[in-house]
């Protein structure tokens, strides 16, 4: 999903996903260890915001729009849920919205005969994603 706006974000779904990483990443850690202590000592530091990449079908017009994307810091949501109308499924969010900053990038995969063809999507994070409220 992409957001646009401010304030309030109107969400636009970019492309359907086959996979997805995690969303977050633990914290690292902070040595804290004085002369002191019995053993060693930690506090968590920042968390490390990382690439996440997806896999996708590959279409011409889901590539296309991610590609317009390129060079761009944009919101990016993680929608969990979908409502069924007309024979098409629409991501709705029911069960978890997820959303961050970051910058998109896309390539299409090596594949065979008689393969789907795919794509990976990369997003270099600027702002983790962080579960939004209900």
């Known amino acids: ?23 977050g990443a633990a914290p690292e850690p902070l040595e804290t260890t004085t002369t002191s202590d019995p053993a060693r000592t930690y506090i968590p530091g920042i968390e490390n915001t990382d690439q ?8 011409p017009e889901a590539y296309d729009t991610l ?24 991501p709705d969010g029911s069960v978890a919205k997820f959303s961050g900053k970051g910058y998109v990038d896309v390539f299409v995969n090596g594949g065979g005969i008689n393969e789907v063809v795919n794509m990976t999507v990369t997003l270099t994070m600027t702002q983790n994603f962080v579960k939004d409220a209900a």
Do not use: H, R
């Open 1 to 23: 999903m992409q957001g646009t706006g401010t304030g309030t974000l109107t969400w636009a779904k970019l492309v359907d996903i086959k996979d997805f990483p995690d969303l």
């Open 52 to 59: 996440k990449t997806y896999t996708c079908n590959f279409t």
């Open 67 to 90: 590609v317009a994307l390129k060079g761009q810091e944009v919101n990016l949501g993680m929608w969990f849920g979908a409502s069924y109308s007309g024979g098409v499924y629409t």
